[in-house]
């Protein structure tokens, strides 16, 4: 029926798939399970360098499989532990790159705090060394791990460097102190706001520049615990649905800027969310300074 329906409306799918964890298929968590079919994820504690990669890479290709029978536009992959060492994480990537190419499976890999792509600085140096890596870029979690904001140049810097190697972009707003501001239309985070939509647009006209033909991003801000919420009441400061449906709005309406109205998606207005406010999120902070280098 789910397939049906599917090629009905011709509808288009992003899959998340993680290598470990509780929603692994192979694990009794939280959506059932264990599935038949699907290895049991390495357990917490677990040691041994080789097993832990083997198991890894074992669960990423049943679970990147298992995807296919529904034609994914791609698979967002949460990789690996941010424990796992640099020798370990190029094993994993060597063999899982190698693998997509010859199944000709397209598989992102996201940068999300717990998972080996959980920095900037780490990104910085390893994803260079692996050109088939593609990445989902939720850099609300890189902002975060570097307690920084939106004005970073080193970090602005990486993001840039890195631009062409985000090819689907999670659209939530991090800040200093956490992945997810309360709510990025208000005064106080509309900053934040608009400096993530500099790294976004930079990526982007990176991806015009190559030619893709299609770019895809997800507004990704979460229920709590991702989302504050009133200590004594327990709600939400914002609404995630309007919040969620806001940013959907400001990036169609800025990538009919950029790109032209024709080139873009039709999101419209809800009852209760348009594209008010907007925004300016104005050039990259690097415009006038390309002589900053890390080398």
Known sequence: MELYVQEQVNLKVIFMIFTDGAVCPGTGGAFGGPYPGFTEPSAPGESNKELLVNTHLTVFKEQVEAAQEFGPTLVNSHSLKDYFTEEMAAEFFSKALDWQEEKGYRVLHETHRKRFLYSPWVARSFVPKFPGLEMVGDISHWINVCETNTDDTDLTKVVEDLATRFTHVHCRVGYDHGPQVPDPRVKEWIGYMEGHERWWDKIWMEADKKGDMEVTFTPEHGPPNYQVCDPNTKKPLSSIWDVNHWIGLRRQERFAELFGAENTSKLIPSSTQ?????????????????????K
């Open 274 to 294: 348009g594209f008010e406010p907007r925004t300016k999120p104005g050039p990259s902070i690097l415009e006038g300074k390309e002589n900053i280098s890390f």
